[in-house]
């Protein structure tokens, strides 16, 4: 800091929390990603009697008993049109965020939020499954703005030292969000005849309040100096976040990243894939997408009833070990925040998809030998919830980080389009062919995604660089060299050394 301070150059303040900025956090989190957790759940533990009700109002309209085989695709449609609505809502994230602003977009995702939630709420009494079909994907397409705005939004309003921990708080939210649903669906709460569509409706809560509180709080600070040109609201947003009036190094960071990229502009999905200097980050973007999505998270889930039963728990029962599955996977996604900017994004990573390769493995041997082994249940049991840990720590929480760190901010939004359809994608594939390859393979299928585990943990290992702690043009300096690219200075066309001060000659990324 003294060195900047003798070379003219602003200071750089280490950031810390705020009361505004811990705020906009659980504020943006809580009414957007928790929705997104929470309706992964909700459906699980009504399912008994929400296909009771599609059944008795087909009887009612036709006179005799629905099909099961119409039955089976009815209740598959509701259960995939959640990440079919997913993909479609990553697809607007771009034209939204660059259009209406992180802020402003998280407000107007509300909308598919409310809107089904009151559908939902009245399907029964309006004696239609229909409805909530349609809503269904109405507010997948919510999870798919949110899943990616908020990430983004969070990451643009802290500081580098705070970057990793907040930008893990959705995911937190997130599992908070499966939990509650899962708490809720106890059949002496809500998930039983009589209380399912409140269950479906209160989806609606969390949105009201962040329509309510979230304008309160300032727009992100490079969204509002980069995209808008406006650096006035930008200087006051920033100054309310840090609770300081001495931004101005952060600012010239802003002012530096906005002349860098004024060569490409705004770019597009098209574009993005076009960018040599990108190249690299977009690749690592979906590997770490399709990793955590294609690394058997949801088929561990869907075995876990079957593995509880198994090891002598009672049906009524697994319930409560269900939820507290989902309360460990709180916990360690909890632990991440506290650990991220000590152990790095990296090693995370790693110990997490290692973590997950190798319970995949002792599950697969587990759930081979339960029916001859009496004690081998209680290793399904384990694996089931080291899995868990795993996932939780590294692949649930740090490709959102890591997406928003590897990109500036003309690429932000694109990329972030690119990794949601990536992940929607991925979560609809596994939910469509998992149960042909649990017919197919039996518990032999998690073989599969411990060899998909595999091989992301080798390629982050080979590709995938430590980005804490970091601005995001000493990211893209990191990057230049794997993308056969150099970054040209103000004054020269000298390389860019690896120090700070360097980085406030940088105007723009060339090619080789």
């Not at 009887?59 to 209740?75: C, D, K």
């Not at 930008?234 to 002012?255: C, F, I, P």
């Not at 694996?383 to 997406?403: D, Q």
């Not at 080798?458 to 990191?478: A, D, M, R, S």
Request: hydrophobic fraction near 45%; include cysteine.
């Amino acid at each position: 800091m003294a060195e900047n301070e003798e070379l003219g150059k602003p200071a750089v303040r280490r950031g810390r929390l705020t009361v505004v900025l811990v705020l906009a956090t659980l504020i943006s989190a809580f009414g957007s990603s928790f929705q997104y957790g929470y309706n992964v759940a909700v459906i699980n533990s009504p399912s008994p009697f929400m296909q009771q009700f599609y059944n008795t109002t087909y009887m009612e309209r036709y006179g005799s008993p629905m099909e099961e085989n119409l039955l089976t695709l009815l209740w598959s449609l509701s259960v995939s049109m959640y990440p079919l609505g997913g993909f479609f809502g990553s697809l607007m994230v771009a034209p939204l965020v660059n259009k209406l602003g992180r802020k402003g977009t998280l407000l107007f995702n509300n909308i598919f939020s409310i809107v089904p939630a009151v559908m939902m709420g009245v399907s029964e009494i309006a004696k239609t499954y229909e409805i909530i079909i349609v809503a269904r994907f109405i507010v997948g397409i919510c999870a798919g703005l949110s899943s990616n705005v908020v990430p983004m939004y969070l990451g643009e309003l802290s500081p580098k030292n705070l970057r990793g921990a907040l930008g893990i708080i959705p995911q937190l939210f997130i599992t908070i969000g499966i939990l509650s649903a899962q708490v809720l669906g106890i059949r002496n709460i809500l998930g039983n005849s009589t209380g399912w569509t409140l269950m479906l409706g209160l989806t609606g809560i969390p949105a009201m309040i962040e329509l309510l509180l979230l304008p309160f709080f300032p727009e992100s600070p490079r969204y509002m100096l980069i995209q808008r040109g406006d650096e006035k609201t930008a200087k006051k947003a920033l100054q309310r976040l840090r609770g300081s009036n001495d931004v101005d190094a952060e600012l010239s960071e802003m002012r530096l990243e906005d002349q860098s990229e004024r060569a490409d502009g705004r770019l597009s999905v098209l574009s993005l894939l076009s960018q040599r200097s990108l190249r690299w980050q977009l690749v690592s973007i979906i590997a770490m997408n399709m990793g955590q999505q294609l690394s058997g998270v949801n088929a561990i889930y869907y075995y876990a009833d079957s593995i509880y039963a198994t090891a002598g728990v009672k049906q009524s029962d697994i319930q409560y070990v269900t939820v507290g599955t989902g309360a460990v996977n709180v916990f360690m996604t909890m632990a991440a925040v506290f650990i991220v900017e000590a152990w790095g994004r990296r090693l995370l990573l790693l110990c997490g998809f290692g973590i997950c390769c190798g319970a995949c493995v002792l599950l697969t041997v587990a759930l081979t030998f339960q029916e001859s082994v009496t004690w081998m249940p209680y290793i399904s049991i384990a694996c089931v919830i080291i899995y868990v840990i795993g996932h939780a720590i590294g692949p649930s929480p740090i490709p959102y980080v890591v997406t928003t760190e590897m990109f500036r901010q003309s690429a932000r939004p694109a990329a972030f389009m690119v990794a949601g359809s990536v992940h929607w994608l991925s979560n609809f594939t596994v939910g469509l062919i998992f149960p042909f390859l649990e017919r197919g393979l039996g518990s032999y299928s998690f073989i599969i995604f411990s060899f998909i585990c595999l091989v992301t943990l080798i390629y982050i290992w080979l590709v995938v660089p430590e980005t804490k702690n970091k601005t995001f043009l000493e990211i893209c300096q990191i990057f230049a060299k794997r993308n056969n690219v150099e970054i040209k200075l103000g004054d020269g066309d000298l390389p860019l050394k690896d120090s700070k001060e360097s980085l406030e000659d940088a105007v723009r990324v060339t090619a080789f």
